[in-house]
């Protein structure tokens, strides 16, 4: 494995899941059942995400390596745009209002951790984070690149769970919205000039 690598894609992974709906998911499903059993869930469903992610990156890998960037560089510009306009607050209370209702509140674990399982994995389906960790793998080291994104995917979720109404405060949605917006634009440069290189 490569650390650096690692390192990349958890930046990377970790800025672009801050401002994403399922940390609200997480955040709001945590109201409503025990902390411990919504990360149960949404730890399973982040893992079962990267696994198609990384599915995803091992295929556009076979791409001839001028298509593969142009690839990668058309998909890292549609994430900053996807980023940029997911940021709204708008967006995010209609998005709580929707976990709200499917977390009524029980006492069963078991029903915690499956709803949580499934909110986040059907949330997750071709989100940025998806697609983030897609191209990082036709890149790199698909076992890097899945345990940077995993463990950044946790990091966000047991923050939200945690401490997310803390963490807004501390720093605005719309400051990390943007630096992730950047860091998507930045990387879509690169990959089109390797492109154009190659």
């Known amino acids: 494995m490569d650390a650096a690598v690692i390192a990349t894609t958890f930046a990377l992974v970790f800025f672009a899941e801050l401002p994403d709906k ?3 998911a997480s ?3 945590a109201t ?3 902390p411990v059993h919504v990360f149960a869930g949404a730890a399973s469903g982040f893992a079962v995400q990267v696994g198609i992610a990384l ?11 001028r298509t593969l960037e142009a690839v990668v560089a058309g998909l890292f510009l549609i994430g900053a745009v996807l980023i940029l306009r997911h940021g709204s607050e708008e967006e995010r209370e209609s998005e709580e209002e929707e976990v709200a209702e ?10 915690a951790i499956l709803t949580s399982f499934t909110v986040i994995t059907v949330a997750e389906f071709g989100d940025l984070t998806q697609i983030v960790t897609a191209n990082l793998a036709a890149k790199y080291d698909w076992l890097s690149v899945g345990v940077g994104a995993l463990v950044a995917l946790w990091t966000v979720a ?8 803390a963490l807004l405060r501390v720093v605005p949605l719309k400051y990390i919205v943007r630096a992730a917006a950047l860091i998507m634009a930045a990387l879509a440069v690169v ?3 390797s492109a154009i290189q190659a």
């Open 22 to 24: 399922t940390a609200l």
């Open 32 to 34: 409503k059942f025990r």
């Open 191 to 193: 990959s089109l000039v």
């Open 158 to 165: 047991a923050l939200a769970i945690l401490g997310g109404q």
């Open 27 to 29: 955040l709001v499903l």
């Open 102 to 111: 499917a977390a009524r509140p029980s006492n069963s674990p078991w029903r």
């Open 55 to 65: 599915g995803a990156g091992s295929l556009l890998a076979l791409l001839p390596h």
